[in-house]
């Protein structure tokens, strides 16, 4: 699977957008990016996973880069309760995701 | 729609005893899968059930062992417990595993002590 680099940490300010980027300069034609976020103590939470076009849903946006090198993952309105560790993983359609690995992630710190 | 529901929350065990835990998947979706969730370790991959049938493995001992039933429902199951396996562990499950794509949901997790 293709390898995502993230930044250890960022902050955000209440009720700005938040803006998480992902490095996967070695992705293929077939994976998908995901985002999954954790909260402590909790399960990971999934929130968006697009091919090649941008994607949003009610938590989020997903921007890809044409060249599908890197994205960046949105959260329009950040809110304390946003504060968690995001991870960015990058998986092969067709595949089964079954067997996940999560990196170190990008420890994000909404600032009231 | 029901999230992913585990339980037990919080268990405390002692070294020797065995434990069971439950995991209820999302109404549809036939795979659920295992994780374990340490520290040091990460996520790390238990097993795959899909249909009731084990179909991927992770590289734990045999103490670790699973099953699913007809309505998709898992169980998980650590004998003879070690000072090792105290963590978070994780069920997720997904309407096919990944194969269309279709990404995973994860429980809150069972929060195991060993003392």
């Known amino acids: 699977d293709a390898k995502t680099t993230q930044p250890p940490s960022m902050d955000c300010a209440e009720g700005r957008a938040a803006n998480l980027p992902c490095n996967h300069s070695t992705i293929s034609g077939n994976e998908y990016v995901y985002w999954y976020r954790q909260i402590h103590s909790q399960g990971p939470q999934y929130i968006i996973h697009?091919?090649?076009n941008n994607e949003t849903n009610e938590m989020a946006s997903l921007i890809i880069t044409e060249d599908r090198k890197s994205s960046t993952l949105i959260l329009p309105h950040a809110t304390l309760r946003d504060t968690a560790v995001y991870y960015c993983?990058?998986?092969?359609?067709?595949?089964?995701?079954?067997?996940?690995?999560f990196g170190k992630g990008t420890l994000l710190t909404v600032n009231p | 729609k029901a999230g992913v529901t585990q339980t037990p929350r919080y268990l405390i065990k002692t070294r020797g005893q065995q434990v069971t835990l439950s995991c209820s998947p999302i109404s549809g979706h036939r795979s659920v899968s295992w994780y374990q969730q340490t520290p040091g370790q990460g996520l790390q991959f238990l097993f795959e059930y899909f249909s009731e049938t084990q179909r991927n493995k992770g590289n734990f001992p045999g103490r670790f062992s699973g099953r699913q039933f007809s309505n998709s429902r898992s169980e998980m199951n650590v004998s003879t417990l070690e000072l090792g396996d105290s963590a978070l562990y994780l069920c997720?499950?997904?309407?096919?595993?990944?194969?269309?794509?279709?990404?995973?949901?994860f429980g809150n997790g069972t929060r195991l002590t060993v003392t």
């Open positions: 997720a499950s997904s309407t096919d595993g990944g194969q269309s794509g279709s990404p995973l949901h």
């Open positions: 697009g091919l090649k």
């Open positions: 993983i990058v998986r092969p359609m067709g595949g089964s995701n079954y067997k996940l690995t």
